[in-house]
């Protein structure tokens, strides 16, 4: 494999393992103030994030490319309310998103063709992740100012299979 290529896989494989690790530490957040809905939507996506790492792993392993852990950065451990923490969720998918782009036009570049076709599972996946932590995000913004409502929402994201 392509020596660059195998490097910026080797990259995105700690973005997946530091996302897991925000989303970790944001449940840790939300049952610090007792939101435990909030919380177990948020252990499943950690758990999701590790299945992307597990992924790039296997990928690398698969094209004869040596898997290569760095350090997984410290995420920021308190916010300032639901509606903070999920706009950083959405936010931080919108950049993941932009650096499984660049990897694509890399590998496009290269033509590397099982590189591609390895991504566009993470792009439809991208796709998805930025749609729902918006729409979350979005609700947020309307019940803000309802204690009623944002119960309702904890008792919905705690329904997350
Ligand atoms: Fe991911
Ligand atoms: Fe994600």
């Keep these: 494999m392509n020596k660059e290529i195998e490097q910026e896989l080797n990259k995105q494989l700690n973005r997946e393992l530091y996302s897991a690790y925000l989303y970790l530490s944001m449940a840790a957040y939300f049952e610090s103030i ?3 809905g909030f919380a177990h939507w948020l252990k499943v996506q950690a758990k999701e994030e590790l299945g992307h790492a597990m992924k790039f792993f296997e990928f690398i392993n698969n094209r004869n490319g040596k898997v290569v852990l760095e350090t997984i950065e410290r995420p920021k451990t308190d916010w300032s309310s639901p509606q903070e923490a999920f706009k950083d969720v959405y936010e931080h998918e919108q950049k993941i998103t932009s650096y ?14 099982p590189t591609e076709n390895f991504l566009a599972w993470f792009v439809a996946e991208q796709v998805e992740e930025e749609a729902q932590s918006y729409e979350i995000y979005q609700k947020l913004q309307v019940c803000e100012k309802s204690v009623g409502g944002l ?5 919905h994201l705690g329904k997350r299979e």
């Design 34 to 36: 007792n939101l435990k």
């Design 151 to 155: 119960f309702n929402l904890d008792h």
């Design 100 to 113: 499984i782009h660049k990897l694509l036009e890399l590998a496009r570049q290269k033509n590397d063709y």
